[in-house]
């Protein structure tokens, strides 16, 4: 891990990441050593760590802005990582696993990631997702500060859009930053049916056809959240926010 653990550094820069944190926490050498040196030609401030433990550690001292983190680490798993460091700060985490399986992936959206890659993939698309869940946290905070009016209610579900919080049947329901993204686009046209590629483009600003699977995971999650019978699948096309009948 690296040893430089003080504060942001003061050059100004006009690059995308400027002054934005990234902690990748990775066991294998060589992948560390790519995934920090894209991120660093990309502008972001990097730091590493190779177990779970100074995974942590490491979180708790420097305060990074996102976690690129692996889920098979020494000490104990990316999943752990990801539940202690979000009981302390909600920071986005974009998960890798090295097994393409769907309840990991379920699993690791469930303990508070908001993104998952699957290897091998590429550093291009790898920049581009650290780059969409920082956007997205700058757009929820300035959301936060110019709400809009009202409470959106589709039945027994309700969107509130200034505090970001979702209800069914009055109960609180807790969405990752990018659920509650996911259900707004639907809840905007409401029975409408919207295709994965528009998801992938509206909500993670991705065009690329290969990144549907992940909205595909992210619409189970949000299914098992908010209840199966309310997001309607469209085989072959999409999905669509059911509504009570009129």
Same mark, same amino acid.
């Given at each position: 891990?690296?040893?430089?653990?003080?504060?942001?550094?003061?050059?100004?820069?006009?690059?995308?990441?400027?002054?934005?944190?990234?902690?990748?926490?990775?066991?294998?050498?060589?992948?560390?050593?790519?995934?920090?040196? &894209?991120?660093?030609?990309?502008?972001?401030?990097?730091?590493?760590?190779?177990?779970?433990?100074?995974?942590?550690?490491?979180?708790?001292?420097?305060?990074?802005?996102?976690?690129?983190?692996?889920?098979?680490?020494?000490?104990?798993?990316?999943?752990?990582?990801?539940?202690?460091?979000?009981?302390? &700060?909600?920071?986005?985490?974009?998960?890798?696993?090295?097994?393409?399986?769907?309840?990991?992936?379920?699993?690791?959206?469930?303990?508070?990631?908001?993104?998952?890659?699957?290897?091998?993939?590429?550093?291009?698309?790898?920049?581009?997702?650290?780059?969409?869940?920082?956007?997205?946290?700058?757009?929820?905070?300035?959301?936060?500060?110019?709400?809009?009016?009202?409470?959106?209610?589709?039945?027994?579900?309700?969107?509130?859009?200034?505090?970001?919080?979702?209800?069914?049947?009055?109960?609180?329901?807790?969405?990752?930053?990018?659920?509650?993204?996911?259900?707004?686009?639907?809840?905007?046209?409401?029975?409408?049916?919207?295709?994965?590629?528009?998801?992938?483009?509206?909500?993670?600003?991705?065009?690329?056809?290969?990144?549907?699977?992940?909205?595909?995971?992210?619409?189970?999650?949000?299914? &098992?959240?908010?209840?199966?019978?309310?997001?309607?699948?469209?085989?072959?096309?999409?999905?669509?926010?059911?509504?009570?009948?009129?």
């Amino acid at each position: 891990m690296e040893q430089n653990l003080n504060g942001h550094s003061g050059a100004a820069t006009t690059t995308p990441g400027a002054q934005r944190r990234v902690l990748v926490v990775e066991d294998d050498p060589t992948i560390v050593d790519a995934i920090a040196a &894209r991120l660093r030609a990309e502008g972001f401030q990097v730091q590493t760590a190779g177990d779970g433990p100074a995974a942590v550690d490491t979180a708790e001292a420097w305060q990074p802005d996102l976690l690129v983190l692996d889920v098979m680490l020494p000490g104990f798993d990316g999943l752990e990582v990801c539940r202690r460091v979000q009981a302390r &700060r909600p920071v986005p985490v974009l998960m890798l696993t090295a097994r393409d399986d769907e309840t990991d992936m379920l699993v690791g959206l469930g303990v508070g990631a908001d993104d998952y890659m699957t290897k091998p993939f590429s550093m291009r698309e790898l920049a581009a997702r650290v780059h969409v869940l920082l956007r997205r946290v700058e757009r929820a905070a300035l959301a936060a500060h110019t709400p809009r009016s009202g409470i959106l209610r589709l039945g027994e579900l309700e969107i509130d859009h200034a505090q970001r919080r979702v209800r069914v049947r009055g109960s609180d329901v807790h969405l990752t930053p990018t659920e509650f993204d996911l259900l707004v686009c639907l809840a905007n046209t409401p029975r409408a049916v919207l295709s994965r590629e528009q998801l992938l483009a509206e909500v993670w600003d991705w065009a690329d056809a290969s990144g549907t699977r992940t909205v595909d995971s992210h619409i189970k999650a949000l299914r &098992r959240k908010i209840g199966a019978e309310r997001i309607r699948t469209v085989h072959g096309v999409g999905y669509a926010l059911e509504t009570p009948a009129a």
